[in-house]
């Protein structure tokens, strides 16, 4: 059953893994201590530190393992503003940010802080001079992701570093998406990683803090980990996260010519097989083995579930598929389509069968899911009103961009149709179908429940 969700945690790398059964037996000791047992461990584990520090590209002194990288994310943030306390209490991040991120930042606001989310264009990235304008005198620390999780974008680390270079204010970095391909740009400040995105064992994160860079680590904290993380370390797992990560940076530069050309395939015959579909992200500056596109008329879960029935595993940002039923904040942030969201991304060593099967079996499940939900196939050709409300109170992800679209054609060139509405998801995905569809998107009105969107037809 072909793997197509690396993005969210890839299978452990055959290196890790032997790495792993080593280290079981040789660094089960406590490394804090001076007998036998505990200087091996802590060979194995300054051995670990001084592997992965190489990788990232900082002193061993400069790296700490964390117990994920969520916990490394939260650190690093509440770390950095406790010890910049003094400039200030105001956090810059990017809309697109990691849940975990964004999660920090509320947290932050809720004690006091204010923070700014810089936009991004639609095809996921942030415009380095408009982040430049976010860092105000009293920020005391800057957030960007190397690569985006959900549509694979990168994002321009060296010229945000720069701008915050010169504002000093230090630059986090998440790079858990792309630190297995390659180093991070320089100019960073901290980074941020987790070992079960490049096929290392979950529970280990990473977390470097530059040397000269003003931190206090919060809540209790003891003698290990330089203090950055308490509590006896999982020597194994380390060892076989750092042995990893070397693993797969030799085998990154061969591995993404690859995969790229797979995903290119993808991009361009997912459309063409597919009607009403937008294939979502930067086209060039993205990571090699990631694509996400989202289909008109689609139920992102019910999907999911087709491809799973046809021995396909992959993600999906839609509404539909999680426990909020709000659109995926990346999606939101870039303006496109959240419906029928699918995001392909590939593992070490996917074949081009397996691409190929994954290409015949996608537009039926698509014409399945479609034909279920009553998704037009053509536009009515006789205009009757000039213009038309559509009652879809109640109603959710997909069912009122179908009503929007069946009903379009019986206005005439210059009508409106009106959706009713109260999904969250409908604020995304109606201007979204207009772009796609060559409407306009008049605006949103208030309603008694609910929003009322508004659509002219253009053609």
Known sequence: MPYFDAASSAPLHPVARQALLAALDEGWADPARLYREGRRARLLLDAAREAAAEAVGCRPDELTFTSSGTRAVHSAISGALAGRRRVGRHLVVSAVEHSSVLHAAATHEAQGGTFAEVPVDRAGAVSAAAYGEALREDTALAC????????????????????????????????????????????????????????????????????????????????????????????????????????????????????????????????ELVPDVEVVGDPVRRLPHLVTFSCLYVDGETLLHELDRAEFSVSSGSSCTSSTLTPSHVLRAMGVLSEGNVRVSLPAGTTAEDVDRFLRVLPGAVSEVRERLGAPVSVAPSPAATSLVVDSLGKRCPIPVIELAKVIGEVPVGGTVTVLSDDEAARLDIPAWCVMREQEYVGEEPADRGSAYVVRRLS
């Open 144 to 271: 960007l992701q190397s690569a985006n999780h959900e549509v694979g974008t990168e994002q321009p680390v060296a010229e945000v570093a720069e701008y915050c270079r010169a504002s000093g204010v230090p630059l986090l970095v998440d790079a858990a998406q792309s630190l297995g391909w390659g180093p991070v740009p320089a100019g960073w400040s901290l980074l941020a990683a987790s070992a079960h995105k490049w096929g290392g064992p979950s529970g280990v994160g990473l977390l470097a803090v530059r040397k000269g860079v003003r931190f206090a680590p919060q809540g209790p904290s003891d003698e290990r980990e330089s203090g950055r993380a308490a509590g006896f370390e999982n020597i194994p797992a380390v060892v076989a996260a750092a042995a990893s990560l070397r693993a797969v940076r030799a085998e990154a530069a061969a591995e993404s010519v690859r995969l790229r050309a797979l995903v290119d395939l993808i991009r361009a015959r997912v459309p």
